[in-house]
Nanobody
Framework: QVQLVESGGGLVQPGGSLRLSCAAS????????MGWYRQVPGKERELVAD???????NYSDSVKGRFTISSENAKNTVYLQMNSLKPEDTAVYYC?????????????????WGQGTQVTVSS
């Protein structure tokens, strides 16, 4: 199994900043893509940003220019730096990692989710 532990959420004023972290652990062979999603009550989970194993990044139009996703491959960790936060950014943020892991003679794909961390932007 591959486990994800995320942290960094909290309450901030509009215009403030937060940095989310997500660390993956387990018998990881390779990671193909890491990303951040968010969800508000009554709505579907949506992609915020992701980064591939070759360094390609992708951002939602609503966060482009304000958020930055980065990864530290040696630690199997992904970060989301959030600046100029708006009330519309309020949501539960989930980390997602896709890749492969090894166990005995087998190589299996995985798609793991973090437990979620609350981000609240309010005056």
């Amino acid at each position: 199994q591959v486990q994800l532990v995320e942290s960094g959420g909290g309450l901030v004023q509009p215009g403030g900043s937060l940095r989310l972290s997500c660390a993956a652990s387990g018998n990881i062979r390779s990671i193909n893509i890491m990303g951040w999603y968010r969800q508000v009550p009554g709505k579907e989970r949506e992609l915020v940003a992701d980064v591939t194993n070759v360094g390609t990044t992708n951002y939602s139009d609503s966060v482009k220019g304000r958020f930055t996703i980065s990864s530290e491959n040696a630690k199997n960790t992904v970060y989301l730096q959030m600046n100029s936060l708006k009330p519309e950014d309020t949501a539960v943020y989930y980390c997602n990692v896709k890749g492969t892991y090894s166990r005995s003679w087998y190589i299996q794909a995985f798609n793991s989710w973090g437990q979620g961390t609350q981000v609240t932007v309010s005056s």
